[in-house]
């Protein structure tokens, strides 16, 4: 389901997308070309902790990461002007989902699984939830995962473009759409 917003006025942007996709690389491209802040929400759990998401994962737990994930998200995704990357679990959690699409505007990065698994060797040693998986377990997750990406504002195909390629159509789409 795609949900157009009627304006984008102040809002401010959030990224979606499955682990990997670019959501950090091209958030970070896009807030810079339209001058406004950044933020990525796993940056800013690792901050809080002082150690990384994996080190998170295996002390303190899954469950531990989530709520600071949402307390951090129900922060920033109310404050204007922002762009913001969130991890790729971020909606799983309801309460996120629902406060990101009311208060934001959210940008769904999509990549093919075919695209997708050329790039696990980059992030499979920083990101928790694929340790320990087969190809095929990590296939049924992407998949199963495309569910909680189906709401959102727009969607932004990625597969065999550069990051500078698809910075400058997020920004074309954003100034198109305000
Ligand atoms: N368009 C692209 N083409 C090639 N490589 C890319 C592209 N976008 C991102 N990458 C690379 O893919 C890897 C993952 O990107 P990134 O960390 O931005 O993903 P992410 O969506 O933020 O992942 P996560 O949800 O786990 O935080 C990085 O090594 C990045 O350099
Ligand atoms: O998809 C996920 O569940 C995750 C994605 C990363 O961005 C991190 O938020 C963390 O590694 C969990
Ligand atoms: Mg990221």
């Known amino acids: 389901m795609t949900n157009k917003p009627s304006s984008l006025n102040n809002k401010s942007i959030v990224f979606i997308g499955f682990m990997g996709v670019g959501k950090t690389t091209i958030g970070e491209a896009v807030a810079k070309k339209l001058n406004r802040d950044f933020i990525d929400i796993d940056q800013e759990i690792e901050k809080e902790f002082q150690i990384s998401t994996t080190e998170i994962f295996n002390i303190y737990g899954e469950k531990v990461f989530r709520e600071k994930e949402k307390a951090l998200i129900s922060e920033y995704c109310k404050c204007p002007e922002k762009i913001i990357s969130v991890g790729g679990g971020a ?75 698809i910075t400058d159509r997020i920004v074309d789409l954003i100034q198109k759409t305000q």
């Open 91 to 165: 909606f799983l959690q309801d309460e996120i989902k629902n406060l990101c699409l009311s208060e934001c505007i959210v940008i769904y990065l999509h990549l093919s699984w075919e695209a997708w698994k050329e790039r696990l060797d980059l992030i499979i040693d920083s990101r928790p939830v694929l340790k320990g998986r087969t190809l095929e377990e990590t296939e049924q997750l992407f998949y199963t995962r495309q569910n909680i990406y189906a709401s959102h504002h727009l969607k932004v195909e990625t597969d065999q473009l550069t990051v500078d390629e």
